[in-house]
């Protein structure tokens, strides 16, 4: 049974960063692509960013691009989500996920295996 970990979230102020990690286990890791969603009360679940089983190729959705960088590391099992000048409206809780197939999409609808979810809060 595979099992998503996900974890780092917390409360920071705008500008600053967090790292968030996601550990899995009970399955092959480097057959699925990794990706972090986010999703905030009463609205959809969003596509944050997304890397491929080799880690060779990674999306990000245009309201991260810059300051986000998605990787991972097949040796430990390990997905991670580093974010940079965080802004109030990164608020929200970010879930990993883990692709049914190993290149990543946006559409959240491709990923077979969830997290339990991280709350990430960013004040002004």
């Known amino acids: 049974q595979v099992q998503l970990v996900d974890d780092g979230g917390g409360l920071v102020q705008a500008g600053e960063s967090l790292t968030l990690s996601c550990a899995v286990s009970g399955g092959t890791f480097n057959e699925h692509a990794m990706a972090w969603f986010r999703q905030v009360a009463g609205k959809e679940r969003e596509f944050v960013a997304g890397?491929?089983?080799?880690?060779?190729?990674?999306y990000y959705a245009d309201s991260v691009k810059g300051r986000f960088t998605i990787s991972r590391s097949n040796n430990k099992n390990t997905a991670y989500l580093r974010m940079a000048a965080l802004k109030p409206e990164d608020t929200a809780v970010y879930y990993c996920?883990?692709?049914?197939?190993?290149?990543?999409?946006?559409?959240?609808?491709?990923?077979?295996?969830w997290g339990q979810g991280t709350q990430v809060t960013v004040s002004l």
């Open positions: 996920a883990a692709g049914k197939t190993g290149w990543p999409d946006q559409n959240h609808e491709e990923y077979i295996y």
């Open positions: 890397i491929s089983w080799s880690g060779v190729t990674a």
